[in-house]
């Protein structure tokens, strides 16, 4: 099982990163409620997709803050052998300067683990719960993943590359959130990702990826939904479901994996700073 413990998280968690800023146009959202209530007629918006990509875009731009809780299962799979891992995510992130506060808790195998960890202009810190020690990401790794993240945080840009996909959506509404859902695989989309994901890579780690890093890797489906609220046009839901497969030194790994999001507190947060007990205990991590 150690191959499903390496390489694979690493191209996971990017993936997961890049995958959140899908949406992507021109038919308005049909009503939905339940079967015992209809939507308020004054509830029914006539925008288009087209346009709530549009308005949700500039919303994103303007955007200084928000929390999310996140639970992540992942389905890891390499012939015979399996397994699982659940994670359950809590961030408060701003975006000027980028920074976030995160708290995960990861189950794996019947044991639990849980971690804390800083993201900011300071530095990349990780409580270490096995050495009870705060630990320091080397500064050139920070530099690299705080460009990474920059570029990640402007969804605004990814909604432009994604209107070939328009005719994928199916486009709802009820009576506070718009309501997108796609069910997508084949080529293009497969071929769409790996792009998008060597697009957002910073220079130094492009270089080294070299054009075949996305070979091995193909999208079997991906279905997700998002929820967009009416008034503020911010995300308030993700739900995501991805199959994939990907080549890892010679075998072929499957993973499946679901994220529930919710989004909120959204332009609240003033800043998120490293306490000063951490970065006077904090050790460097070797890497």
Known sequence: MYILKKKPFILISFLTAVMLFLAGCGQTADPVGSE?????PEEVSELTLEEVFEKSAAASEELKSFSVDMNLVQDISLGEESMETNSDISMDVTAEPLAFYQNMTMSLAGESMETESYFTEDGIF?????????????????????????QQTNPGAELNNLQEFADDFTFEQDDQNYILTLDASGDKFNEFIKETAMENLPPELAAGAGEDAF??????????????????????????TMDMEMGVEGDTVNVIQTVNGEYTDFNNIESITVPQEVLDSAVDMAI
């Open 36 to 40: 015992d209530e209809e939507q308020n």
């Open 215 to 240: 070979e091995g890797l193909n999208i079997n489906s991906v279905q997700y939904e998002i929820l967009v609220d009416k008034e503020t046009f911010y995300p308030n839901v993700l739900n995501m």
């Open 126 to 150: 990780i409580y270490d719960t096995a050495s009870a020690q705060w630990m320091k990401f080397p500064q050139e790794m920070s530099d690299q993943l705080l460009q990474l993240s920059d």
